[in-house]
């Protein structure tokens, strides 16, 4: 039985995919799972969930800037780099699979100066900091975009995989996910997430959105607001509910039905978190991407130029987005079905469906 410790911290867009990789994993053969986080990140509830092993090691990212949080904080990882030794050394792993994230650091580094096998996934086209420092220990990177080979120069292998998307994301069809929601045939559907928190300024244009399609037919906004921003989209709309302001829209705090929504959907009003692209991909779906303006070395917009430059999107600058954009967009979209039929299926050629499995076998592989 393999013994395979998986890492990786801080957000979502690095746990999910960590958590794909595991369920694929375990899918495949008989391991014996560890998962390292923090104590303090998302992992530390989203992981014990799942019923993973699960412990944590002391660390958070370092300051730019020589301080005395810098010190403390360099402490704090010198002394993480102990304890992971010590968890390699009793948890005696075949592989470790790091997804991103700070927690990554010590636990790849320590494993692979014990010259046990490792992998790291890069999800994003501009490399994270911790990802390019472990490429030059670890014996394999995969990576969810091609352009994110350039940043891997100095690894031993690197293999594009694409990002692992949850298999629940495949499994609905455009009519189960219509049906899921009362959609007519002939209602274009538009989806537009922020996120789980939110995006402000995506909720805020979409405002004036939801009043110009107010009750208009055929057209239908499933609108993702975030928990952190529901009531405010509610209370500048006058509504009580996220059913209740106009036939032509649904708003909720938080989608937990996101694969029937993504089934039923003619077009996506997203982030460009690489995670959330692997999923429209996979789906193809025409998308209307709107980057995170303050991502690590703004990411969010090299995600989204590559779906741009395939011509499975358009791209809004962030601080550029008005409701009357996004009006504009939807309106030109919804008349112009042609277009989208093309966007759909640039976007199907860039999703790569079976990133999970690619990378299972990857791990499997070099953990023999």
């Excluded at 958070?60 to 403390?72: E, Y």
């Excluded at 050394?89 to 991103?100: L, N, Q, R």
């Excluded at 490399?127 to 030059?136: E, H, M, P, Q, W």
């Amino acid at each position: 039985m393999k013994r395979i410790i998986i890492s990786g911290g801080g957000t979502g867009g690095h746990i999910y995919p960590a958590i794909t990789i595991y369920k694929e994993i375990a899918a495949m053969t008989d391991a014996e799972f560890l998962y390292i986080g923090t104590d303090h990140g998302l992992e530390a509830n989203i992981v014990p969930k799942e019923g993973i092993p699960f412990k944590t090691l002391p660390v958070q990212g370092l300051d730019r800037n020589l301080s005395w949080r810098a010190l403390v904080t360099l402490g704090k990882t010198m002394g993480s780099l102990v304890k992971a030794n010590k968890i390699i050394s009793d948890f005696k792993p075949d592989i470790v699979i790091g997804t991103g994230g700070y927690v990554c650091g010590p636990i790849l580094l320590a494993a692979a100066l014990r010259k046990v096998p490792t992998l790291i996934q890069e999800q994003n086209t501009i490399a994270g900091v911790t990802n390019k420092i472990l490429s030059r220990f670890v014996d394999v990177v995969a990576v969810g975009f091609e352009d994110a080979k350039k940043a891997f120069h100095r690894a031993k292998r690197v293999v594009y995989t694409g990002n692992p998307v949850r298999p629940e994301v495949l499994v609905d069809s455009r009519e189960e996910g219509r049906a899921f929601f009362n959609l007519r045939d002939d209602e274009f559907t538009v989806l537009i997430a922020g996120g789980s928190r939110g995006a402000r300024s995506i909720n805020t244009a979409m405002i004036e959105v939801h009043k110009y399609f107010k009750d208009v037919k055929g057209i239908k906004l499933i609108h993702v607001t975030g928990t952190n921003e529901y009531e405010s989209v509610l209370n500048a709309l006058g509504a009580t509910s996220g059913d209740s302001y106009s036939e032509s829209s649904l708003i909720v705090p938080y989608m937990h039905d996101m694969p029937k929504a993504l089934a039923a959907a003619d077009l996506a009003v997203f982030r460009a978190g690489a995670v959330g692209l692997a999923e429209l991909t996979v789906r193809g779906i025409p998308s209307l991407l709107i980057p995170y303006p303050y991502a690590a070395e703004d990411h969010q917009t090299y995600n989204a130029r590559a779906l741009v430059s395939a011509g499975a999107a358009r791209m809004i600058v962030d601080k550029m987005l008005r409701g009357k954009d996004l009006i504009s967009e939807i309106e030109y979209y919804k008349q112009n079905p042609g277009e989208l039929v093309r966007m759909a299926k640039a976007a199907k050629e860039l999703g790569k469906p079976e990133a999970a499995h690619h990378i299972a076998e990857l791990a499997l592989e070099i953990a023999k």
